[in-house]
């Protein structure tokens, strides 16, 4: 799994970078057949202070690209969303390619 941590207008610190990676390892932990991950971080000149801090990850699993995005006040709080937004995702992936190997339905005659 190859994991890339970016920042845009901030500088992104080891302590925030172990906070990302103890974060996403939960995906990993669910499903193992996750090839890439990007993930950016980003501090906006916006006026309303809600929603400046935004964490953005694309992730590549077989077969498929997931994208997730939050924004929040603390970037702490945005990364913790984040992470759950992409745990669902993969989760429903993998239910989704793990569902079709039913067995075959019988005829009727």
Same mark, same amino acid.
Request: glycine fraction near 2%; charged fraction near 30%; proline fraction near 1%.
């Given at each position: ?7 845009? !207008? #901030? ?9 990302? &990676? ?7 932990? !669910?499903?193992? &057949? ?40 603390? #970037? ?9 937004? #992409? ?12 569902? !079709?190997? !039913? ?7």
């Amino acid at each position: 799994m190859n994991l890339t941590i970016s920042g845009h !207008h #901030l500088e992104v610190t080891p302590a925030l970078r172990g906070y990302v &990676q103890s974060k996403l390892e939960r995906i990993s932990r !669910h499903f193992d &057949q996750v090839v890439d991950i990007k993930v950016l971080l980003t501090v906006d000149n916006l006026k309303e202070k809600d929603l400046r801090q935004r964490a953005e990850c694309n992730i590549h699993v077989k077969g498929k690209d997931l994208f997730a995005e939050s924004a929040h006040a603390d #970037l702490y709080a945005a990364v913790d969303e984040l992470a759950d937004k #992409l745990d669902r995702q993969v989760l429903r992936h993998k239910d989704k390619s793990q569902a !079709h190997h !039913h067995e075959a339905a019988k005829r009727l005659m």
